[in-house]
């Protein structure tokens, strides 16, 4: 993945929750990722791998691919 893919996600993150008033404990409440891989994604360290990404668009209300940017 390049870096550039990476900070989409994780701005698209931060705007998803932003949006629906959520902090990243709710969304590890709702999707059960452990609280630091949500910090990893928020900071852009890392992406998440298909299944975390699924439950993470589900509990967001969002597309998968529109995460990806």
Do not use: N
Not at 7 to 36: C, I
């Amino acid at each position: 993945m390049t870096k550039t893919r990476i900070a989409e996600l994780k701005d698209r993150l931060k705007e998803a929750l932003d949006s629906r008033q959520m902090r990243a404990v709710d969304l590890t409440e709702k999707t059960g990722v452990p609280k630091s891989a949500v910090s990893f994604y928020l900071a852009g360290k890392s992406q998440p791998k298909a299944d975390r990404l699924y439950l993470i668009a589900r509990a967001l209300d969002v597309s998968e691919t529109w995460l990806l940017g």
